[in-house]
DNA sequence: TGCTGACATGCCGTACTGATATGGCTAGAG
DNA sequence: CTCTAGCCATATCAGTACGGCATGTCAGCA
């Protein structure tokens, strides 16, 4: 039972006849004659009643008939699904994004216009800071991430830059430093910060500090926060004045003032897309292609 | 993308290797890796990533693989249903018979003997009188019938013979005719008779005013009855008495005396099982066979 | 650095498939 | 009743596809 032999068949049974058949088919009719006897020495049954006039269907003929008809649907069926799947028109990709960085103009491009042009791939954004995104990444949980990154060379995975990310200040509108002219950050001795958990994300205060360091700078800090949002909203509330990404002041923060100092400007922040080297996946592949649109 | 393709290729999967699928199939390396390619250039999709070390699946791979499967399942499943249709253990037949005939010893046999040996068949029963088992046979409704015919030659129908009846005399228990002995059909001129309807079963009753035109005896009738059964309640009532067929006396009737008279079992009425001559159905011909075993 | 195991490539013989020519059969027209 | 057109079957030949063998190439491992 081969697939030619099916359809040589549908078209007999269509048709009515070997001859009008083999004219459908642009076969001459004694090779579907001989196709169609080898599928019924192969079935082990008689298909077709051969008259004078034609052909007609025995039970078993029309029974494979119904059948044949479906498998040739399924086989083109698969044939297009298969390459959908080949160029990224269907399939899944997932990817993780910091919070912080979701309201960054080109990342929400990005997403945006991946769901437009790619509407039928399941894409899914899982909002999670730059080490579990790694962790993920590397155990193949997560096709795609836009994060911070210790180094562009990762081990089994690949890597783009985004975009430089620095450091701002952010301060209570209400505080003398909203008003007050900043330049150096000696001068923020005396200041109350609001800081974030190193264990949270490492990636990202590690290098915070190792800037700090070289600028022989230390915060002091009077409160924690897990996550930036709420150490902007701690801000406002106007618990003390803290180092954010630049990223951050994108998102309008009621009650927060975003303020530049050269020395914080001076740290550099890349912010990466990384992707396993083994993953193959093309709607993963028309995703980072697009990064190549969006992130001139 | 051939079956042949699509089974080397599961292979080649569920072994991890070209190599082992080649030992798997008993095919050669080569042959294997060629045909994988021609797979991959047909659907214009890469299917697997070579590695040094056996192969792994690409996401159109693995999306293949599932219906890879699923398809050769499919054919598979397609072999034995046809090869069941062919042996007549899978399929429908309808059969109709006469109402009296059921009640037949060897008609009864023969529809459980069918019905134990092929279970999984589709087996229905008609009750119908012989004209319309006739019509439906022409019209293709009815696969075969068990009824009388006018002749063994049917156009377009093959016959064969199950046995013969003949004609008795059926009467009611409490009347003379039941004690009183009974020798020549003219004893019953001064007799009421129960009758059928011509219209309703012309076969039979052709057959019938036949035989008693050569008798020269013409039943004096006082009562008509649709049906068999419905004659032979009218003679348990009391109503008259009765020409039947002799299956009907295999079913015993209260209040109902059988009786022979030899002018009545003269009177041959063939029993018939017919059926079209094109109809090829393997499910109808294991029933014609049956009635060999059963109708010895 | 050599070895092993795995995939790729080239070549050849065989089997399969299709085209052409031809014959037999049957239904329908004259 | 005969004749013809149309259809299916068979035989033969050519082109193609498939598998086997020998060999090449490459990556991982000791």
Redesign the interface.
Known sequence: ???RQLSYFIAVVETGSISAASRRVHVAQPALTRQVRLLEED????LL?RHARGV?L???GK??YD?AVQ?LD??TQ??T???A??QGLI?KVSLGVTVTHLWVPEVAALLRHYRDRYAKVAFEVFPLLSGPQLERLREGSLDAGILYLDSAEQPGLQTRLLQHDHLMLAVPEASRWATRPLNRLRELNDADFVWGFRSVSPVYYDRVMAHFDRLKFEPRVVQYGADNITILSMVAAGLGIAIVPSASSAHPMPGVCFLHLDELTACDMPLWMAWRS?N????LHNLIGLVDEVFR
């Open positions: 039972m081969e697939f079935l082990g049954t008689r009643e007609s025995t039970v078993a029974a494979l059948e498998l399924r086989r698969i044939r699904r298969l390459s799947l080949g399939g083994t193959d996946s093309p709607a």
